[in-house]
């Protein structure tokens, strides 16, 4: 797999679409600083994937766009393309050629192709899995991660051979086997819980199926009663039905008579009414008439006064037009000398624009005869000053070289003095550390036998964490328990709080009572004095529900006061027990057998008890079906509350939902609030054993001084580096011996080369002098000259510029003049234009003001007969109505008398109304019989009319049966139809969620295996890899440094491969660091290069991107890095970002990134491979 292209458009400064080719060997990209070199590797950075928007070097997405420059406008997308050529298949696709592409547009959206097809980031990582191609491989290395090696930054080193060994597939699975773990522990915990509930509802279910078929068999009895009743109940249907048929039959005939009647007198009526109404149209004719006149009398009003308002008018608009035209004779006279004079201002001001435009011409001359002198005195100023800064380079170049050489030659000195003063020292030097390094390895072996008892010790107290944390989980388990039972309790408490506090069923007198701060007593009500234990409350509330409601008062006067405060609000009504009219009578009703007394089953306050004894003293609970025979005068309640028994009476029925929560609601809260108290110190206690074993488990846990141990392998590790290290600074200050005397005679040499080769710069440096001091004198006197003919050319300026002002000013001034005269011409034409509307406008006024006098004289006259007519009018209309009114009280005599006999009508059919109703209830019954028949027992009634009865028993005997029938369904009370066939599913869920469980297990225990089996392969591999790397690391180092030098890497936790890091130590030539941070910058990034070759000869990555690698490096390493690079690009691709030009050197193709336009990033290849050949 190789890199084939690269293509951009629009990200960062590349803003048009650029093409980055890649061949076989190394390609170089070069370019100033800000040209946009490393846009490039960040491009291939974004478009493998990276998400880190630091390592992009910007500040958030929308900043990879390019934001636009001075001549272009900003780009709404940044894509880019990179494509590989799949020639060994490590790509897993059957492609030859993989194009990526990313894109981003500046609304927010972005993108991911594979082969131009859309894909998914997760896609694009999967495909370069275990490839060593990633945004943190050891693909792509900047200057930056050198450091990040060296001070293995993020476990770097680690991630770089996890990458090299392909375990980063064994990593991802092992976190997807983890999250699947995660998974199935959860889904078991789900289960365990689905199981619990579905075991209780098994249990509810088969209770359920039981009762089901025991309500089957009686409701089997119950049907073959049932139809026998019937059949005995149609015999009583007939007599009656033919009494009502007789009673309904006499009713009509009164009807039909009555209806006679009624029909003759409406007729009669009828009559009269015909001549009413035509008595009412000519009453409606006249006052229609009568309408007309009184509307002409107003319009002719209207007109009158129309033509007052009119006449007035006219005359203020006569007044009004004589007025202006007096003032118009004035207005003309003004305009026309204000005309006048603007003409003669015009006239003045124009002579003085030519007067301006001469002095204009004549500054202007001037001006250009000054800037032509000033321009040639600038000349030779610029042509002297370019010599003298010519001479002035010379003899900088000349100081400088002498500079360099004095500076030379004091260096070489003081390096002679400081070489012979470091070999006196290194004597010293090693003397010392002969014996220091006797006293490390003493230190050493005694570390290590504290370390052996350390371990013992720590495998002891291992064994007593375990049995410590086991207990502990039982009392977790216990304390989850309890919690849920106090959060039960606490959640039951709050309920029913609510309900007291919101007074919930209780009627709205009593509530109004409750909050009504006016009535000053603290009476409770009924269902609050008294509590019963939770089995019986349903039988008890219903014996009581009549007065749970009553409040209880201390007498009279306190209840009297409650009823008129309901009263005065309109409130309702409310009930309430006196305590001071209860005597201490007591019932003496005898306690029937197989009972309980009721009063033994109830808790209540003292001064209540009388009262309780009122209501309950004779009331019994039935222990079984037998006490209700004996009951008496005893009222005997079933135990559920399904019915009560009285002397005569007998009630019950199915118990609904919410019976039973009424009464001792106020008691209930009472002993929950005491449930939750002694539930919480069962919970504290429970808490404080935990925190004593967790105490215990952390006391342990100090002792197994696994800091101790840790502390003593890293002091072992430090005193066998430290042992290492003074070993090799021995070497290093024996070698470093060697070499001094030979750097001695070096530097004698270089100082007598030195010294002869400066003696003739320093003549040139005193010539260059004496030319510069000459031409400085010269310059000086030029630019004099120039100073005087650049002051005369501005001020000549000046005054050009001041009198081309006053004729711009003077022309404006004459425009404006003439604008005003136009205005006032104007003017003038429209005021004659008026003049002239107005005279014509004054004589129409005049003549109109004579037809308007002559108008409102006839209106008036005409308007004087009119009102004498309607006088006349009126008085007739008066007439006909009281006649009208006359007739009218007659025909409502009449209709009252035919109201009686039509109300005696409907008395009528109201009474065959009833005679039908009864007859409906009767077939209603029968209906009812035969639909209670098709509901209850699919049986129609059409089927039994024709069957004999099956016994001789009477009628009631057969009610009796079927009551008793009834009442024994009842008791048994709802029953689920579909238990039995619900148990039998719900058994089948709960048996195949059983092997959903057992499924789980296993799975759970598959995961566990897989993750141990990846981990065992993955740290296997990876310690392979690390030796491998490890001796490559070290050939490698040599080849960049020299033979002598040495350099090795070590785990720091080799019993923990998963985790553990790797440590560097590196040796160059004459130094022994403790660290290689301790190195110079150009040491560190050879090491860091020797890592990376190290790793490349294992597992070469498909291509390698440096970017600015070799910046800290001189020539001598420059050239062993450049080598190494070369030997290296036989099996990948290198894409070298660099400056420096012996590096340039070597590539094969190079590509100049360059900003010939601002802002905006372009390329120019060259191929050095054509030029060589």
């Not at 119950?222 to 009743?229: D, F, H, P, Q, T």
């Not at 609601?665 to 919970?683: C, F, Y």
């Not at 300026?797 to 003439?818: E, W, Y």
Request: glycine residues 4%.
């Amino acid at each position: 797999m190789r890199l084939k292209s690269l293509e951009i458009k629009g990200f960062k400064s590349f803003a048009d679409k650029t093409i980055v080719n890649f061949d076989e060997g190394i390609t170089g990209i070069i370019g100033p600083n800000g040209c946009g070199k490393s846009n490039i590797i960040d491009s291939i950075r974004w478009v493998i994937g990276e998400q880190k928007i630091s390592a992009l070097r910007s500040e958030n997405l929308e900043a990879l766009v390019f934001n636009g420059s001075k001549t272009r406008s900003a780009s709404g997308l940044a894509e880019v393309s990179l494509t590989f050529e799949n020639t060994r298949n490590l790509l897993p696709t059957e492609f030859s050629t993989v194009t990526v592409t990313r894109r981003f547009y500046k609304n927010g959206e972005s993108e991911y192709r594979l082969n131009d097809v859309q894909c998914r980031l997760k896609d694009i990582n999967n495909l370069f899995l275990d490839t060593g191609v990633s945004t943190d491989s050891y693909a792509i290395i900047e200057l930056g991660m050198v450091d990040d090696i060296i001070k293995d930054k993020e476990n770097s080193r680690r991630r770089m051979l996890e990458q090299a060994a392909g375990i980063t597939i064994y990593k991802t699975r092992k976190k997807e086997a983890k999250n699947k773990l995660d998974a199935t522990e959860q889904d078991l915990n789900r289960i365990e819980d689905l199981l619990f509930e579905i075991n209780n509802q098994l249990k509810m279910l088969e209770n359920q199926a039981k009762k089901a078929e025991k309500y089957f068999e009686i409701k089997k009895d119950y049907k073959e009663i049932s139809v026998e009743l019937a059949k005995a109940s149609l015999d009583g249907f007939n007599t009656t039905y033919r009494d009502l048929n007789e009673k309904q039959e006499a009713e009509t005939d009164k009807r039909v008579l009555l209806e006679a009647e009624i029909a003759t007198e409406e007729a009669a009526l009828e009559q009269e009414k015909v001549g009413f109404i035509e008595k009412e149209r000519a009453l409606q004719s006249m006052q229609h008439e009568f309408n007309a006149l009184v509307q002409d009398v107003r319009t002719r009003e209207n007109e009158k006064n129309l033509a007052t308002q009119k006449l007035h008018y006219l005359k203020e608009k006569e007044t009004s037009l004589h007025d202006f035209l007096n003032k118009a004779e004035g207005q003309l006279r003004t305009i026309e000398d204000s005309i006048q004079y603007s003409q003669l201002q015009v006239k003045d001001e124009e002579e003085r624009l030519l007067k301006i435009q001469s002095e204009l011409e004549a500054a202007k001359f001037e001006v250009e005869e000054k800037r032509r002198l000033f321009d040639e005195k600038r000349s030779s100023v610029d042509s002297l000053r370019g010599t003298f800064q010519q001479i002035q380079r010379g003899q900088f170049d000349a100081e400088k070289k002498v500079a360099v050489a004095d500076t030379s030659i004091q260096n070489l000195q003081r390096a002679q003095a400081q070489l012979t003063d470091e070999k006196q020292n290194r004597d010293s030097q090693l003397q010392q550390l002969a014996i220091e390094l006797q006293e490390k390895e003493e230190a050493l072996d005694n570390k290590r036998a504290d370390l052996l008892q350390l371990q013992e010790q720590h495998e002891r107290t291992k064994e007593q964490i375990l049995e410590t944390q086991s207990q502990l989980e039982v009392l977790r388990n216990q304390l989850a328990d309890e919690n849920r039972k106090l959060d039960a309790r606490r959640n039951e408490y709050d309920l029913l709080k609510s309900l007291i506090d919101s007074m919930e069923g209780y009627p709205e007198s009593v509530k109004f009572l409750h909050k009504n701060p006016n009535w000053n007593h603290t009476a409770p009500i009924l269902s609050d004095i008294i509590y019963v234990k939770e089995e019986y409350r349903t039988a008890v509330e219903n014996v009581l529900e009549p007065y749970l409601n009553y409040y209880v008062v201390n007498n009279l006067e306190e209840g009297l006061q409650a009823v008129h405060l309901l009263d005065d609000n309109k409130k309702g009504k409310a009930n309430f027990f006196m305590l001071d009219k209860l005597n201490d009578s007591k019932v003496n009703t005898r306690q029937p057998a197989n009972t309980i007394p009721v009063m033994s089953i109830i808790e209540v306050d003292e001064q209540y008890t009388k009262l309780a004894e009122y209501l309950l003293g004779n009331v019994y609970i039935a222990e079984n079906d037998a006490a209700f025979a004996q009951s008496e005068d005893a009222v005997v309640l079933e135990s559920s509350g399904k019915y009560v028994k009285g002397k005569y009476t007998l009630t019950g029925g199915s118990v609904g939902l919410f019976e039973g929560k009424k009464i001792g609601r106020a008691k209930n809260l009472e002993k929950l609030h005491d449930e939750i108290v002694l539930q919480d110190a069962v919970v504290n206690a429970l808490k404080a054993e935990i925190k004593q074993k967790h105490n215990e488990v952390i006391g342990y846990n100090e002792q197994l001084k696994e800091n101790v141990i840790k502390q003593t392998e890293n002091e072992i590790n430090q005193l066998t580096n430290q042992v290492f290290a003074v070993r090799n600074r021995i070497e290093n200050l024996q070698a470093a011996q060697q070499n001094a005397h030979q750097r001695l005679q070096d530097i004698e040499e270089r100082l007598q080369d030195e010294q002869d080769g400066i003696a003739e710069t320093r003549e040139a440096l005193i010539f260059l002098n004496e030319q510069l001091q000459n031409t400085s004198q010269e310059m000086r006197l030029l630019e004099q000259d120039y100073q005087l003919a650049e002051q005369d050319y501005s001020q000549s300026t000046a005054t050009f510029n001041d009198t081309n002002l006053q004729l711009t000013r003077q022309t404006s001034k004459i425009t404006a003049i003439r604008q005003e005269l136009i205005f006032k011409e104007n003017q003038l034409n429209e005021l004659h234009n008026q003049i002239e509307i107005n005279t014509k406008q004054l004589a129409e006024a005049a003549e109109n003001i004579t037809d308007s006098e002559e108008a409102l004289a006839a209106s008036i006259d005409l308007l004087f007969d009119l009102m004498h007519k309607k006088e006349e009018e009126e008085k007739k209309l008066n007439e006909a109505d009281q006649a009208y009114y006359n007739l009218r009280n007659f025909l409502q005599a009449k209709e009252s008398e035919l109201r009686l006999k039509v109300k005696s009508r409907e008395m009528t059919e109201h009474l065959l109304s009833e005679i039908k109703d009864k007859l409906n209830e009767l077939k209603l019954q029968l209906a009812g019989m035969k639909e209670r028949l098709h509901v209850e027992f699919k049986i129609e009634l059409d089927e039994i009319l024709d069957q004999a009865r099956t016994t001789n028993s009477s009628l009631e005997e057969l009610q009796n049966s079927s009551e008793r029938m009834r009442k024994r369904l009842e008791n048994i009370g709802e029953v689920n139809p579909t238990a039995i066939e619900a148990y039998t599913e719900m058994k089948k869920r709960y048996e195949f969620i059983l092997e959903q469980k057992n499924d789980l297990v296993n799975a759970k225990e598959s995961l566990l295996q897989t993750i141990q089996e990846v981990e065992a392969t993955a740290n296997q591999q990876f310690l392979d890899t690390f030796n491998q790397v490890r001796e490559n690391f070290q050939k490698v180092f040599k080849a960049l440094f020299t033979d002598e030098d040495t350099a090795d890497m070590v785990l720091e936790n080799p019993d923990n491969l998963a985790e553990t890091g790797i440590d560097i130590i590196a040796k160059p030539k004459g130094k022994r660091p403790s660290s290689i941070s301790q190195l110079s910058g150009g040491e560190k990034t050879l090491t860091a290069t020797a890592l990376l070759f190290a790793i490349y000869l294992i597992k070469p990555a498909p291509f390698c991107i440096l970017d600015e690698v070799d910046a800290p490096l001189d020539d001598a390493n420059v050239g062993k890095f450049t080598q190494m690079i070369k030997k290296f690009s036989e099996n990948s691709q290198f894409i070298i970002v660099t400056h420096n030009k012996m590096t340039m050197s070597t590539v094969d193709v190079i590509y100049g990134v360059t900003m010939q336009e601002a802002g905006v990033s372009k390329l120019v290849p060259v191929d050095f491979r054509s030029l060589s050949s």
